[in-house]
Structures are given as C-alpha cells and as structure tokens.
C-alpha cells in the first residue's frame, strides 16, 4: 500500500514455531522508496521476495531497479529474503557495523540466538556492501536521502532510517508495542534509543516492523508508550525479585506474562532474554528516571 508519495509498504505474514507442532501467526513490514531507483528497507522471510517482486511489478517498477537494500538489524524476519532480493535484483545491501557478523553469517546467529524455525525464515548469510554508523546519510537520487539513527536495544546493530523530506521514520523494533511479547537484548539501550528518536522534530508518519503505519500526533505518542511498556514490565520484574530474591528467570517471565495477559506460548528463549534484561538492572526501580 501507498504511504506517502515516495513511500509503499508490504506487509509479510510468517510463521514462528515455539514449540514441535505450534506456531505464532507473525507478520512484518518491508517499505519501499521510489524515487529515480528503489531503497528497499527490511525484506522479510526467506519467502517473502515474490511478495515484494509481484508488488513492485503491480505498480509499474522493475525489481531491478532496486538498488539498495537497507536492514535495520539482523533478525531473521528482518534478513531471511536478502539472498533472493539480491540474486533477483543485483542491489546493495547495507546494514549498521553491529549487526553486519550475524548478517554474513547466519550460522553463527543461530548458534547465539536460536529460534526452532530458523532456517525456514532465512535463506542464507549475505555480504554486506555497505556498513553503516549512525549519522550517516545514504544518497538515494534525486535529492533524496535517508538519515541513519543507531538505536540499539532490540539488538545491537538496530538502526532507524530518517526520510525528512516525508517526515517518515522506519523505526524497525526499536518501538515496543504495549501489550505485545517484549523482544529485546538490552532494556536502558532501548530507552535511549527510543528518547533518540523522540528528540527528532517534524515526524509525521511512524513506519514500525511490527505495527501499522501511523500517521499524525501518534507518531510521539506511540514512543511515549513504548518507554511506559518498557517500565510495565518492569515493575513486576522487579516485584518478582523484592518477593522472592532467589526467583528463577523462567518463574519471573511466566509472572510477567500472567500479570500482562501474554500467550503462554509464546514463552520461548529470546523472550526470556528480554526478562534477563530486566533482572540485570532489577536493582532499579524506575528505569525512566536513570
């Protein structure tokens, strides 16, 4: 769908597998610039190139005329079609110094982050052409360029990308949505991250991994309950731990996931991360005021 005059998004359902025999219906975003040739920003699953080819063909663009594939981290949803884009466009890919390891070796990914289903969801390790620090700012044609934000948190090579022009920002995951599964390596990271971004001026559009994309005062809004979620689980983490300092990580995240309404099943080890990230800063107890 059409966002803004330069901006489409493709939304990309996929399945997650918690456990032998249950899965997670997930979808994610992939967004289009066009302009004099194409920025593409996240591509997905390991599926999900026909998706964005037929899109693209739909609206009279050649898929080759991607000529930079930008990954805001390196996630499996994020990454899993870069090798087909690639090989079906002959583009860049680019993607911040931090996540370029597990980019270019998805092996070792999976060794450090394992997901049952990985190899369903990403193809194959690709070269990154381009590595990426924030501040810098990617020429697209035409007078057009994206701002690059490091905002790590959800990983540590998570980027937003700033298309000024439009007052649009990809923020990736770096935005938690409230009441949705907490999936984050480093919880004060992220809260600097997202007050980074709230300090940009003359956002409009709000174009999330995870959400819809948004337009208008929800924008600031929408950051603002993120950094509330971020303390929300907080605050039972940190209850868990007052009650009974000798807590398992696995008691404190069912607690959390009872006191929140979270599906049971969707307990799996990178969620557990997100509550250990909690328990190593357990000794505060507003994460907003540090």
């Known amino acids: 769908m059409q966002i803004t005059k330069n901006i489409h998004a493709i939304k990309i359902p996929f399945k997650l597998l918690v456990s032998p025999g249950r899965t997670l219906d997930r979808f994610v975003y992939a967004y289009l610039i066009y302009g004099k040739g194409i920025c593409l920003i996240d591509c997905g699953v390991a599926s999900s190139k026909n998706i964005i080819f037929d899109y693209l063909k739909k609206t009279g663009r050649d898929p080759k005329e991607i000529s930079m594939l930008v990954l805001t981290h390196s996630h499996p949803d994020h990454i899993g079609g870069s090798q087909a884009v690639r090989r ?85 995951d770096a935005i938690p949505i409230e009441g949705e599964v907490p999936i984050y390596e480093d919880v004060l990271s992220s809260i600097r991250s997202i007050r980074k971004l709230r300090r940009i001026k003359g956002l409009e559009v709000l174009l999330a991994s995870w959400d819809e994309p948004q337009h208008g005062d929800c924008v600031y809004e929408l950051m603002d309950e993120g950094l509330r979620y971020f303390q929300q689980v907080h605050e039972v983490v940190h209850q868990a731990k007052i009650d009974s300092p000798s807590i398992s990580v696995k008691e404190v995240c069912a607690r959390v996931f009872r006191n929140l309404g979270l599906p049971k099943n969707a307990m799996i080890p990178i969620v557990v991360k997100s509550i250990e990230a909690h328990l190593s800063v357990s000794g505060y107890q507003d994460l907003l005021g540090v």
């Open 88 to 172: 079906g466009s002959g583009c860049q890919v680019a993607a911040h110094i931090d996540a370029k390891p597990w980019i270019e070796d998805v092996e070792c990914q999976f060794k450090e982050r394992p997901i049952l289903n990985f190899h369903s969801l990403v193809e194959g390790s690709v070269e990154v052409d381009l590595v990426l620090r924030d501040g810098d700012n990617l020429d697209l044609g035409d007078g057009q360029t994206i701002k690059v934000v490091h905002t790590p948190g959800h990983s540590r090579g998570s980027v937003s990308l700033l298309l000024k022009d439009d007052g649009a920002l990809f923020s990736g």
